[in-house]
């Protein structure tokens, strides 16, 4: 019931601009000088929200600078890995080194964020005039925000090439088992024992018998591969 309460109170502040009356409980409720009641902050939040920060010529100034030093880090990786691919390394595209920079991040699209973000802070500040104080903060607050989405994008990467990985690796052995004629069926070529691969994959290298069976899965549907109903072979199919 306290956070509807709360809930409907900060939602009602935002719609009307005004700050309704404390009532008994909760001025009971903030004996705590130490504790910011909800009635008090959303009292300094609709107050804060009453100011409307300019940029002086100063600070519109810096904002530009910084914006064009930060480019001009950028522009020099590419230069950077430029030159590097010359050496016989691999090349990275543009996209890729501005999609892992926290400084190519910084487009003339961000520069609005920018000024949004340092008249924000202003306004917690109850100031009439963005600082550069503020656009530093507003700045920090833009490559956090990158480094985040750079750091949970690298995460999803591996996550993908860890389980690319893990069936790969596994239809690589069960490929060297044909080759070397380990596991073999009896009966049919090109074909092994479902059990003596399965058991050779899982307790041998480790694998679990889900990953085992998403890689059967997987090749079977490219068509590299076709297990029987009854799983007691893996066939594999002739180019």
Known sequence: SH??????????????????????STQDN??????????????YIAHARSFTPTLSSEVSDYIVESYVSKRIEYKLQLERSASTSTHGHSVKSTDTILSNSVVGAITPRSLLGIIRLSQAH??????????KDDVDVATKLMYFAQETINHLSASSRRSAASKSDYISTIFMHLSDMLKTKRNLHPTINNALVYNLAFQSITNTLGFTDVQFAKCLDYYDN?????INPSKTRILFISS
Request: glycine residues 4%.
């Open 122 to 131: 202003a306004r917690l500040r109850l100031a009439s005039h963005v600082t």
């Open 30 to 43: 903030a004996t705590d000088s130490s504790i910011i009641s909800p009635a008090a902050l959303a009292s």
């Open 3 to 24: 956070d509807l309460s709360l809930a409907r109170h900060v939602t009602r502040v935002h719609m009307t601009g005004a700050v309704p009356a404390a009532t008994t």
């Open 222 to 226: 490219l068509g590299l591969i076709h």
